[in-house]
């Protein structure tokens, strides 16, 4: 099985990296841009037949190691490996 997780910045933290892209998109004459904000994607592939604690574990691993609680949101999706081929 493979999980997506979808890393955000909360919105009350500050981007830089997001207006570093957004300044140079509008230098760049992408006008109709209005907010950039930076994430990150992880793919992970887990084994485990069972849906449920399948994702009780990748809940637990993104909130202790992949996203910080206190900065970041995340949110997971699952993909069966049968799909995906």
Known sequence: ???HVLI????AILDPQGKAV???LRQLGY???NSVRIGKLVDLEIDGENMENVSKRVHELSDKLLANPLMETF???FEDDDNSR
């Open 31 to 33: 006008h109709e841009v």
């Open 8 to 11: 955000r910045l909360k919105p």
């Open 22 to 24: 957004y300044n140079s």
């Open 1 to 3: 099985m493979r999980a």
């Open 75 to 77: 949110d997971i999706e």
